[in-house]
Nanobody
Framework: QVQLVESGGGLVQAGGSLRLSCAGS????????MGWFRQAPGKEREFVGT????????YYPDSVKGRFTISRDNAKNTVYLQMNSLKPEDTAVYYC?????????????????WGQGTQVTVSS
């Protein structure tokens, strides 16, 4: 079992940057493909990106590609989401999640463990 805790959210102006962190507990953290999702009020949870266990491969949807970067430090049991050139439409609660399957997945249902989320608000 993995427990995840996100941090680093806040209020930022459009065009600014934020780095979110997701700290995981347990010795098996490095075995999980990790993903980031976000959910805006009244909308479904949306895939933001994923990173393999080694950290060598990432995948992003077009909505954030080129602006967001996921990385991980398995020695620290932590995965990061660097967000640059933020837009008001990036405003949402951001969640990290752990996927026990060996393939990178974009579906919410593929992720077993979830953090509590951290709020990101981008002002125009």
């Amino acid at each position: 079992q993995v427990q995840l805790v996100e941090s680093g959210g806040g209020l930022v102006q459009a065009g600014g940057s934020l780095r979110l962190s997701c700290a995981g507990s347990g010795r098996t953290f490095s075995r999980y493909i990790m993903g980031w999702f976000r959910q805006a009020p009244g909308k479904e949870r949306e895939f933001v990106g994923t990173i393999t266990t080694s950290g060598l491969t990432t995948y992003y949807p077009d909505s954030v590609k080129g602006r967001f970067t996921i990385s991980r430090d398995n020695a620290k049991n932590t995965v990061y989401l660097q967000m640059n050139s933020l837009k008001p439409e990036d405003t949402a609660v951001y969640y990290c999640a752990a996927n026990p399957s060996p393939t990178q997945e974009t579906y919410v249902s593929s992720y077993v463990y979830w953090g509590q989320g951290t709020q990101v608000t981008v002002s125009s």
